[in-house]
């Protein structure tokens, strides 16, 4: 369990921080940048709770949650090492991914189909949620740039692949069902 009770440590004054196996990297290294834009996301999640009430309020609670296990995971590098560590870390796993999709299908059962791109916005909710899938999404790149050059769990950038989709439906759902979903004009303004 995480005890924190001293909030400032002065060990990263210098422009690095540590890493959940303890390693010293550089703040912009790629897993840092991968992780702390999990927490954006989570932080951004936490706006659109303040919109959210009910069903919603609690998939989103369980999001929250899952997103701190995902940067748990992200933050731990040395995959190789989990089978033989002595506390194995954290890491997200695929029935994670599996109930993100089933809630997509759920929601995504009662909406008509697109025939047009939504632009971000409709209720307050709707509009935080689009927030929440954009920076899922820059999460996402970012996860995946750094598979490029370290090992990442695969489930955790399945994770961020579906909660861009789930944000999407959820602000759809938001926005009565989609009937109030805002939609692209192409060449409106011309």
């Not at 899952?66 to 506390?87: H, I, N, S, V, W």
């Not at 695969?154 to 692949?161: G, V």
Request: proline share 5%.
């Amino acid at each position: 369990m995480v005890v924190l009770n001293k909030i400032y440590t002065r060990t990263g004054d210098g422009g690095d921080t540590a890493l959940g196996n303890g390693e010293r990297v550089a703040k912009h290294s790629a897993r840092v940048n991968a992780y702390g834009t999990v927490d954006e996301c989570n932080a951004t999640l936490g706006l659109a709770r303040l919109h959210a009430e009910g069903e919603i309020d609690e998939r989103l609670a369980a999001i929250q949650n899952d997103l701190f296990d995902l940067g748990a995971d992200l933050c731990r590098p040395d995959m190789d090492k989990d089978a033989t560590a002595e506390y194995p870390p954290l890491r997200m796993v695929p029935s994670q991914v599996e109930r993100l999709e089933a809630e997509i299908d759920a929601m995504n059962a009662d909406l008509r189909p697109l025939r047009s791109f939504i632009l971000p916005g409709g209720s307050p909710l709707a509009a935080h949620l689009h927030l929440c899938r954009t920076v899922s999404r820059r999460a996402e790149r970012l996860a995946v740039e750094l598979s490029t050059v370290e090992a990442v769990n695969p489930a955790a950038i399945k994770y961020l692949n579906r909660l861009s989709d789930w944000f999407f439906v959820a602000a759809r759902v938001a926005n009565e069902n989609g009937t109030a979903d805002v939609l692209w004009v192409p060449g409106a303004n011309r």
